[in-house]
């Protein structure tokens, strides 16, 4: 049985690790503080908006919360973030994803100040990433490499699949696990035989959108595997896109779903949150 990588555990380190930098800041007179911009109410964003102002309050970060309507013009949205570049006492701009069909999301993500772009999103935080510099990381890739890194998984030399190549996951995770020195293959729904290509992973990360699609036949005996996947089953349970009962017997640790990939992305971002002081 799979040893259980546990994201919530960590998570709460990592916060706790950002609690103590935070306050550290404020005794020098430096606050942290970061704005999140909402559009429209859509249910599933309010509650990710919620959480992330609730782990703001948690660490001891400032959060200035703009809940603008559905309507809200590309134009004013961008002129919210303009002013928001140039408020000194804003460290983070975050824009909850996604946006209203009628507001070009990379346009909005390119307005953002890249020294504030805590969620790592925009194509000057990408390039960083891709030639070795100092930028922010997408909090969901970087929240992975944490997770093995502090549950001892050995990264170096080792055949990592990640199954998709998304812009916010599977690209920057392929990136951030190549400068890990892992032997990187990004699998993706045009891969012939994935099956196999699977099979020969050391540490398969699977970021495809597809509830348990990964069985233990996919998996290599003792492989590491990190679900990032999240959907409602049948029975509204939260599950991921491996199918833990049978994969759990074949690899040598796992991350479980709810509890593995999730609280981390949070962590990151109040991490960036706190490290974007050093950045500006
Ligand atoms: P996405 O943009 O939909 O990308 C899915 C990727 O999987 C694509 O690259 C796609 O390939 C590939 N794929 C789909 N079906 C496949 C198949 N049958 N065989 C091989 N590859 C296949 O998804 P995402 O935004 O990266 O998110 C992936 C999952 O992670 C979702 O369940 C999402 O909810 C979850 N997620 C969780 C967190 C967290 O905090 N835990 C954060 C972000 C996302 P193509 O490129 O060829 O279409």
């Known amino acids: 049985m799979a040893r259980i990588?546990?994201?919530?555990?960590?998570?709460?380190?990592?916060?706790?690790?950002c609690k103590e930098k935070a306050a550290a800041l404020k005794k020098q007179g430096r606050e942290v503080c970061l704005a999140v911009i909402q559009v429209g109410s859509d249910p599933a964003s309010s509650v990710y908006v919620n959480n992330k102002k609730k782990a703001c309050a948690?660490?001891?970060?400032?959060?200035?919360?703009?809940e603008l309507e559905e309507k809200t013009t590309q134009e004013e949205l961008i002129e919210l973030i303009a002013k928001l570049n140039e408020r000194k006492d804003v460290n983070g701009i975050l824009v909850q994803l996604p946006l209203?069909?009628?507001?070009?999301?990379?346009?909005?993500i390119k307005a953002i100040d890249p020294k504030k772009d805590v969620d790592g999103f925009h194509p000057q935080s990408v390039g960083a990433l891709c030639i070795g510099q100092p930028g922010f990381v997408s909090c969901t890739p970087a929240g992975?490499?944490?997770l093995l890194k502090r549950s001892d998984v050995d990264?170096?030399?080792k055949r990592c699949v990640i199954i998709g190549r998304s812009n916010i996951v599977g690209k920057p995770m392929a990136l951030l696990m190549l400068r890990e020195n892992a032997t990187v293959t990004i699998a993706h729904s045009k891969t012939d035989d994935l099956r196999e290509v699977c099979k020969r992973a050391d540490i398969l990360i699977v970021a495809m959108g597809k509830p348990k699609f990964i069985d233990a036949s996919y998996v290599k005996e003792g492989a590491v595997v990190i679900d990032?996947?999240?959907?409602?089953?049948e029975n509204n349970k939260l599950c991921g896109d491996?199918?833990?009962?049978?994969?759990?017997?074949q690899a040598s640790a796992i991350t479980p779903v709810p509890?593995?990939?999730?609280?981390?992305?949070?962590?990151?971002?109040?991490?960036n949150c706190v490290d974007s002081i050093e950045l500006q």
Do not use: Q, W
């Open 58 to 66: 948690y660490i001891g970060i400032n959060s200035l919360s703009y």
């Open 228 to 233: 990032v996947g999240i959907h409602r089953n």
């Open 259 to 271: 509890g593995g990939v999730g609280p981390m992305t949070i962590a990151m971002l109040m991490k």
């Open 5 to 17: 990588i546990d994201g919530k555990m960590i998570s709460t380190i990592i916060k706790d690790e």
């Open 100 to 108: 209203p069909k009628h507001i070009d999301e990379n346009a909005v």
């Open 155 to 157: 990264i170096c030399g």
């Open 242 to 249: 491996v199918e833990f009962e049978s994969v759990s017997k």
């Open 144 to 146: 992975i490499i944490e």
